[in-house]
């Protein structure tokens, strides 16, 4: 009945004081450290609160340097959301997926290009098809988004669910280019050495690519990208994630049919 002491009769008085003074100052303990520990988590709240903010002013100044794909981050983030919840609902690559909390995961895509910050604007931004030095130059994003994401979790440090949101956008960052048959980069990884989040990624990314106005490419219809993906089935896409991609193509035009300016 939640007690949590008694005396014997009869009893001695300066006794019987001494041990009701001692459970009232245990309580007083009590609801001191009680006090303390609210106070602490409060401030644990509002520092991953600021955390949080800092990691979205680091997404939106993503977004905001590569001015031709305005909305492609959080496009890419939708795609992602799609393709994993068809994996979820059918157990596919359920021994990895099983173990991810999905709001931090598709938080953390939003880190993917975050690379693209060390890219000069004259290369970022240039209006026409890259020259092959220039391509070279561009393909270290993947290299840098992992040195960003590496300091800023370095910064953090600890457990916390920011640093969760590190972890998984490293491999979204480090991976989204390479390609199943071997010939992609930074590291030139094959079929399943690739990460999952980097498999899902390649899909999203190329995708939007595909469907988004540039002026140094023609702009494919989503019929027209979806096709291209099936072709790279087993040589640029992991063919698995390929057929979940081909199952759910009618949300993946709906999500660029809002999200694409004209």
Known sequence: MGALD?????????FLRKRVTMHLEALDMHAERRDYEEKLQNSRREMS??????LN???DLVERRDEVSGGHVERTRKYVEVLLDVLIKNNIYSDVTSSWEKDLVLNSTMLYDVGKISVQDSILLKPDKLEAAEYSLIKN?????????????????GNSREADILNYAKEFAGYHHEKWDGTGYPNGLKGYNIPLPG???????????????????KTYTPEEAAEIISQGKGSHFDPVLVDVF???TDKFRNIAGVGIPN
């Open 141 to 157: 994003h993947t290299l840098m988004g992992v040195k960003i994401i590496d300091d800023i979790r370095a910064e953090i440090g």
């Open 57 to 59: 002013t680091v997404i």
């Open 199 to 217: 498999r899902l990624m390649a899909i999203a990314d190329v995708y939007d690519a595909l469907i988004t106005k540039r002026s140094y490419k």
């Open 49 to 54: 609160s600021l955390q949080m903010r800092v």
């Open 246 to 248: 081909l199952s759910v």
């Open 6 to 14: 008694y005396i014997r009769k009869p009893y001695y008085a300066p």
